[in-house]
C-alpha cells in the first residue's frame, strides 16, 4: 500500500520547497543611513532592502518633515532607495522615521547630531522605525539589548531553511538521549564559531561557508536514511563527532546574520549571548514540534514512510541548494 506513497510525499515536498531554494536562509536585512544635506535642515535618507520586501510605500516622517526628491534603483537583490527630506526644523532626539518594509532586522549609522550612531533594528508588522534623532551611540541597559537580540536569535533559526534542515536530519536519524547529545554537539560546534566569528578572530568567505552548510544537509541525510534501512548501523561517537565538526560551519553562518545587525562595539557581548540563546531556543521548539509529529505519525503507522520521504526530499534540497551556491561563487 505504502510503496509508492514515500515517492508522492518526495514530490509534493520538492515542489513545495524548490521554488524557494535561491532563498534558503530568508533572514531579511536592511541598512539604513541619514547624512546631511548642502542647506541646513535638508538630510539625505538611504536605505537598502530586499528586493522581495523592498516595493516602493511611503515613508512616515517626523512633524515638520516632508520629502522632497526620491530615486530607487535595484542591484544585487537588494532595491536602494535615497530620499531627499526638507524639514522646517532642526531633527531633534526622539525623531523617528517609520519605513514600510518588513524586513526581520536592520543597521542604521548617521553622524547628523553630533555623533556618529551605529546601532542594530528590530523589524516588527509595520516595518522598521529608524531613530534618526538619535544623538549618540550610547549603550542600551540589558533590558533593551536582551529581547531584541533573543528575538533576532529565534527568528534566524525559524527562517534559516538550511539549518532547519540540518536539525530536521538529527531529528531523523536519532532518538531519546542519543539525539539530545547530538543537538547539544550541534549547539556547541556552532556556539564556537558564532563567537570566533563575531568578534572577528577568524575571517572566512561567506559563500563556501554557504555551499559547505548544504552539503551537510546532504551528509547527514544520507546517513540517517542508511540508518533506518539498517545498511549502517548508528556509530554513536562518529556521529557526535560529525554534527560537532558541522555545528563549527552553521555557526559561521550565524555570525553573518548577526553581523548584518550592525551591533555597536558596547553591546557586542549581550548581543551574541541572547541571540545564541533565541537561536537555541528556537532550535529547541523545532526539534520539539518534530517530535509530537512523529509520535502521531507512528500511532497512524505512518512513521516510516514519512521519515524516508522527509529525508529523501531534504537530501535532494541539500545537493540543489549546493550546485547552486557554487554556481554564484564567481557572481558578484
Known amino acids: 500500500?505504502?510503496?509508492?506513497?514515500?515517492?508522492?510525499?518526495?514530490?509534493?515536498?520538492?515542489?513545495t520547497l524548490l521554488p524557494g531554494s535561491a532563498m534558503a536562509d530568508i533572514f531579511l536585512s536592511a541598512?539604513?543611513?541619514?547624512?546631511?544635506?548642502?542647506?541646513?535642515?535638508?538630510?539625505e535618507f538611504t536605505a537598502a532592502v530586499p528586493e522581495a520586501v523592498g516595493q516602493p510605500a511611503p515613508l512616515l516622517l517626523p512633524e515638520g518633515c516632508r520629502q522632497t526628491r526620491m530615486s530607487r534603483q535595484t542591484s544585487g537583490g537588494r532595491a536602494q532607495y535615497?530620499?531627499?527630506?526638507?524639514?522646517?526644523?532642526?531633527?531633534?532626539?526622539?525623531d523617528m522615521i517609520q519605513t514600510p518594509w518588513k524586513a526581520d532586522g536592520g543597521h542604521f549609522v548617521s553622524n547628523v547630531m553630533g555623533a556618529q550612531v551605529d546601532r542594530s533594528l528590530t523589524g516588527d508588522a509595520k516595518g522598521i522605525s529608524v531613530p534618526i534623532g538619535e544623538t549618540a551611540a550610547t549603550v542600551r541597559p540589558i533590558g533593551m539589548i536582551a529581547?531584541?537580540?533573543?528575538?533576532?536569535?529565534?527568528?534566524?533559526?525559524?527562517?534559516?531553511?538550511?539549518?532547519?534542515?540540518?536539525?530536521?536530519?538529527?531529528?531523523l536519524l536519532a532518538r531519546g538521549r542519543e539525539l539530545l547529545w547530538l543537538v547539544s554537539?550541534?549547539?556547541?560546534?556552532?556556539?564556537?564559531?558564532?563567537?570566533?566569528a563575531f568578534f572577528e578572530l577568524v575571517r572566512v568567505p561567506?559563500?563556501?561557508?554557504?555551499?559547505?552548510?548544504?552539503?551537510?544537509?546532504?551528509?547527514?541525510?544520507?546517513?540517517?536514511?542508511?540508518?533506518?534501512?539498517?545498511?549502517?548501523?548508528?556509530?554513536?561517537?562518529?556521529?557526535?563527532?560529525?554534527?560537532?565538526?558541522?555545528?563549527?560551519?552553521?555557526?559561521?553562518?550565524?555570525?553573518t546574520a548577526l553581523g548584518e545587525l550592525g551591533v555597536q562595539a558596547g553591546e557586542k557581548l549581550p548581543a551574541l549571548v541572547f541571540f545564541n540563546i533565541g537561536v537555541e531556543a528556537g532550535q529547541l521548539l523545532f526539534v520539539g514540534a518534530i517530535m509530537v509529529l512523529l509520535a502521531g505519525l507512528r500511532a497512524l503507522s505512518l512513521a516510516t514512510p514519512?521519515?524516508?520521504?522527509?529525508?529523501?526530499?531534504?537530501?535532494?534540497?541539500?545537493?540543489?541548494?549546493?550546485?547552486?551556491r557554487v554556481a554564484g561563487f564567481g557572481i558578484a
Open 82 to 94: 535615497a530620499y531627499e527630506l526638507t524639514c522646517d526644523r532642526p531633527l531633534a532626539a526622539g
Open 185 to 196: 554537539a550541534f549547539t556547541a560546534g556552532h556556539s564556537i564559531s558564532l563567537a570566533v
Open 306 to 324: 514519512a521519515r524516508a520521504a522527509a529525508l529523501y526530499a531534504v537530501g535532494a534540497i541539500g545537493c540543489f541548494w549546493m550546485v547552486e
Open 147 to 171: 529581547p531584541e537580540f533573543f528575538q533576532q536569535g529565534v527568528l534566524h533559526i525559524w527562517l534559516g531553511w538550511d539549518h532547519l534542515a540540518f536539525v530536521l536530519c538529527l531529528a
Open 1 to 15: 500500500m505504502w510503496k509508492n506513497r514515500p515517492v508522492a510525499l518526495l514530490l509534493l515536498a520538492l515542489g
Open 31 to 43: 541598512d539604513f543611513a541619514l547624512t546631511r544635506g548642502e542647506d541646513p535642515n535638508i538630510y
Open 206 to 255: 561567506v559563500p563556501p561557508v554557504e555551499a559547505a552548510i548544504a552539503l551537510s544537509i546532504a551528509f547527514m541525510a544520507r546517513e540517517a536514511l542508511l540508518v533506518g534501512k539498517g545498511e549502517q548501523g548508528f556509530a554513536f561517537n562518529r556521529q557526535l563527532i560529525v554534527v560537532s565538526l558541522f555545528g563549527l560551519l552553521h555557526g559561521l553562518g550565524f555570525a
